[in-house]
């Protein structure tokens, strides 16, 4: 059999390369080209099942920046009603949605002393 010996450039240097080989570091994971990337915005880094994967944020909630571990749910008076978000939409005037992590406009319900004109 023939050995084949494969070089894989680690940002930083050798000096940087972790002890087990694979980390890449805080935010970051070894693609298939054995490189190491971040998740994009509006995606975050999945790491169930030992499968290192960048994964969509899910409606009513966003990723703002390159690397993210977790996307954070809309805050009250805000919605995200798409996968992908790198922001929340904010309710219309005079309404709120009152929880966090809504997902649709429809859940912004008129605050107190506000009525909607149907």
């Known amino acids: 059999m023939e050995r084949t010996d494969v070089a894989?450039?680690?940002?930083g240097g050798a000096d940087s390369v972790p002890r087990d080989g694979f980390s890449c570091g805080d935010?970051?994971?070894?693609?298939?080209a054995f490189e190491c990337e971040q998740?994009?915005?509006?995606?975050f880094l999945?790491?169930?099942?030992?499968?290192?994967e960048c994964r969509a944020c899910s409606e009513g909630t966003f990723c703002n920046s390159p690397g993210c571990k977790l996307?954070?749910?809309?805050?009250e008076d805000q919605y995200q009603d798409t996968q992908n978000a790198t922001t929340c939409a904010s309710c219309p005037s005079g309404t709120?949605?009152?929880t966090r992590g809504?997902?649709?406009v429809k859940q912004c319900d008129c605050m107190s002393g506000f009525y909607r004109i149907c």
């Not at 894989?8 to 940002?11: A, H, V």
């Open 46 to 52: 999945d790491m169930e099942r030992n499968m290192a």
């Open 8 to 11: 894989i450039r680690w940002p």
């Open 102 to 104: 809504a997902v649709s």
């Open 27 to 32: 935010g970051l994971f070894l693609n298939a």
């Open 96 to 98: 709120t949605t009152h």
């Open 71 to 75: 996307c954070v749910p809309c805050d």
């Open 39 to 43: 998740c994009e915005p509006g995606t």
